[in-house]
C-alpha cells in the first residue's frame, strides 16, 4: 500500500512542472479600433491604459488605424479577422476568444468581468490561439501595439519594434547582443529594466505619443488624446528570430468582399449576435426607427413624460391655480403663478437628478449601486400602487397630511397678494416648499433614468444636457394644466380620484423599470423595452380600475 501512495505522489509531483511549463501567466486579448471613432474615444484610455496598469499579467494586443483609410494594413486585417471570428465588423471591439467578444462602447467595459475571472487567457489569433509566452511576434500581421503592465511594444516592420515605457532610465552605453523574441517580449514584465536593456543592441529615440480615437475630437470634447512615455527605444530582432512567412496554395486563400473588409462605428449598445440585424420598431406617423440609435432620446423623452404626469404636483398645482379663480385678472394670475411653479418643479427636479447622477458617477464601477436604485424603484413603485387602493394610509409617497394644513393658509395668503412682486415672491416659497416633498411622489423615474445615464459613459456636458431635456419634458404636463386653467378659469379640476389613478399608472411604469435595473439594465437601452413598459403598465392600470370600479358599484348596490 505503501508503495502505491508512493508511486502516486511521484507521479504528481512530476505531473506539477509539466503543468507549470504548459500554464500561461498572461491574460491575452485582442483589441480593435480606429480614430475618429466617437465610441472608441471612451474605450480606447480604458483597455489600453488603465487596465494594463490594474491587471500585471494583462495583454492588449491593438491593431488601430485611421478612420476611412480601408487601405491601412490593421484595416484590412480586421476585415478577415472579423470573416473568421463571423463578428461584426465594428468597433471597438475587444475578442478574449471565438465565443467571447465585446462590441461598443457599453460592451467593451464589461471585458474587465472576464479579466477578473480568468488568471490566464490565450492570445486569439485569427487561426489558433496561442499563450502569450509562445507567441511569435513576427507573425502577428499587419502593424499592431502590444500594452502590458503600462509599457507597450510598437510593430514598426518584420523585424523591428518601438519599446516605450516611464520610470526607469535606459543605460548610457549599449551592448553587442541583439534581442530574442523571449527577450524582447520580457521588456514588458520585468522588474528591473536597466538589467534587461545592459550590453543589448537598440538606438535611443525619441518618445512617441501614441494617439487614442479622442484625439479626432476638440479639447473640449473631454476625450483623452493620447498616451505619453518618458522614454522609447528602437529594437533590431537576430534574423535568426524572424519566422520565415509561411506558405499556402493560391487557392486556399480567402476572398473577401470589400464591403465585408471595411470596419465601421459600432453603436454605443451594439452586441455581436451571429446573424442579426440592427433592431428597427415601427412607430405610429414616425414609422420605422433604428432604437440603436435613437434609443437614449427617446427613452429619456417617455420616462420624463411618464414622470411629468406627477400626480403630487397635478394636485398641488391645480389647488394653487383654484385658489386665484375669481380674483381680478385671474387669468393673468394663473399664468403667472403657473409659470413660477413650473419653473421652480423643473430647478428643483433637474438639481436633485444632477446629485443622482454625480453619485451614480463617484460610484460607476460599483454594481451594487445599480441594485440599489432599482430597490428603490421598486419600493416606490410598490408604495405607489398601494396608495391607488389605500389612498394616504400607512406610508405613502405623497404631501403629508400635518403639511398640507400649512400648505392651504399660504395658498390663502397668496390670494390676498396685491403686487405682481408680491405674487411671485410668495408663490416662489410655495413652489420652493412643496416641491421638496413632490420629489416623493415620482423619485423613482430619476433614480432609475440617472443610473441608465451613467450607464452610457457619454461626455460630461452630455450628461447635463439630457438631464435639461428630461426636466423640460418633464414639465409639459404642468404646462398643460395651466394653459387649461386660465383657458377654462378652473372650470375642470383635478379630483383625489385622478391623483390615485396616476400614481397607479407611476407605480406600475416605476415597479417595473427597477426590476428591470436589477434584473438586466441592458434592457433600458432599447427603446422597446420604454414602450413596452409604457403600454403595459396603461393596460394593468386600466383593468385594476375597470375591476375596482365595477366591485364597488356591486358592493353599493348590493
Not at 33 to 58: K, M, R, S
Not at 234 to 263: C, G, M
Amino acid at each position: 500500500m505503501k508503495k502505491v501512495i508512493s508511486f502516486g505522489l511521484l507521479l504528481i509531483f512530476l505531473f506539477l512542472p509539466v503543468r507549470n511549463i504548459l500554464a500561461s501567466n498572461y491574460f491575452c486579448t485582442l483589441y480593435f479600433t480606429f480614430i475618429g471613432c466617437p465610441n472608441c474615444a471612451h474605450t480606447d484610455p480604458i483597455v489600453l491604459t488603465q487596465w494594463p496598469q490594474e491587471y500585471p499579467n494583462l495583454v492588449i494586443i491593438e491593431y488601430a488605424w485611421k478612420g476611412g483609410d480601408w487601405q491601412d494594413p490593421n484595416s484590412q486585417f480586421f476585415g478577415e479577422y472579423a470573416k473568421a471570428y463571423k463578428t461584426q465588423a465594428a468597433v471597438p471591439q475587444i475578442v478574449i476568444d471565438k465565443r467571447t467578444i465585446k462590441l461598443g462602447r457599453i460592451e467593451v467595459p464589461k471585458a474587465e468581468n472576464n479579466i477578473k475571472k480568468k488568471n490566464s487567457n490565450p492570445c486569439p489569433l485569427i487561426d489558433q490561439s496561442i499563450p502569450f509566452e509562445n507567441l511569435d511576434l513576427t507573425k502577428l500581421p499587419a502593424f499592431p501595439k502590444i500594452w502590458a503592465n503600462g509599457r507597450i511594444l510598437i510593430k514598426l516592420s518584420e523585424n523591428e519594434y518601438l519599446f516605450q515605457w516611464n520610470g526607469e532610465d535606459p543605460p548610457k552605453t549599449i551592448g553587442k547582443e541583439k534581442f530574442t523574441q523571449k527577450e524582447l517580449k520580457d521588456l514588458l514584465f520585468t522588474k528591473n529594466l536597466f538589467e534587461k536593456l545592459e550590453n543589448k543592441v537598440f538606438d535611443i529615440v525619441e518618445p512617441q505619443k501614441v494617439k487614442f480615437s479622442g484625439s479626432a475630437f476638440p479639447p473640449s470634447s473631454g476625450f483623452v488624446p493620447y498616451a505619453e512615455f518618458d522614454h522609447a527605444i528602437k529594437i533590431t530582432l537576430s534574423k535568426n528570430e524572424i519566422s520565415p512567412p509561411p506558405s499556402f496554395p493560391e487557392e486556399t486563400h480567402p476572398t473577401i468582399p470589400e464591403e465585408e473588409t471595411k470596419p465601421k462605428e459600432a453603436t454605443p449598445t451594439e452586441e455581436v449576435v451571429q446573424g442579426s440585424e440592427e433592431e428597427t420598431v415601427q412607430l405610429p406617423i414616425v414609422g420605422k426607427i433604428e432604437t440603436k440609435k435613437f434609443s437614449l432620446p427617446i427613452l429619456t423623452f417617455l420616462i420624463a413624460l411618464a414622470d411629468g404626469f406627477n400626480p403630487c404636483a397635478f394636485f398641488v398645482l391645480t389647488f394653487l391655480l383654484a385658489a386665484l379663480i375669481g380674483l381680478a385678472g385671474a387669468r393673468r394670475r394663473i399664468l403667472l403663478v403657473g409659470g413660477v411653479f413650473i419653473f421652480f418643479s423643473a430647478l428643483f427636479y433637474f438639481l436633485f437628478m444632477a446629485v443622482l447622477l454625480n453619485v451614480f458617477q463617484l460610484g460607476g464601477k460599483i454594481t451594487i449601486l445599480t441594485i440599489i436604485a432599482g430597490l428603490i424603484a421598486v419600493f416606490a413603485g410598490l408604495i405607489n400602487i398601494k396608495d391607488y387602493f389605500f389612498f394616504q394610509k400607512g406610508i405613502s409617497l405623497t404631501l403629508p397630511k400635518s403639511h398640507k394644513e400649512k400648505f392651504i393658509q399660504r395658498v390663502k395668503n397668496l390670494s390676498l397678494a396685491k403686487s405682481t412682486w408680491a405674487l411671485i415672491g410668495a408663490t416662489s416659497i410655495i413652489a420652493a416648499t412643496v416641491n421638496i416633498y413632490e420629489l416623493l411622489c415620482t423619485f423613482g423615474f430619476p433614480m432609475v433614468y440617472t443610473r441608465v445615464l451613467t450607464l452610457r459613459n457619454l461626455p460630461p456636458i452630455q450628461y447635463y444636457l439630457y438631464l435639461i431635456f428630461y426636466n423640460l419634458v418633464y414639465v409639459i404636463p404642468l404646462a398643460v394644466i395651466v394653459l387649461i386653467f386660465a383657458v377654462t378659469l378652473g372650470k375642470r379640476t383635478f379630483s383625489q380620484l385622478w391623483v390615485r389613478r396616476l400614481k397607479l399608472v407611476s407605480g406600475f411604469m416605476i415597479l417595473f423599470l427597477g426590476l428591470i435595473l436589477m434584473i438586466k439594465p441592458k434592457l433600458l437601452e432599447s427603446v422597446l423595452t420604454a414602450f413596452s413598459i409604457l403600454f403595459i403598465a396603461i393596460i394593468i392600470s386600466v383593468i385594476i380600475i375597470f375591476l375596482h370600479t365595477l366591485y364597488h358599484k356591486r358592493k353599493t348596490t348590493g
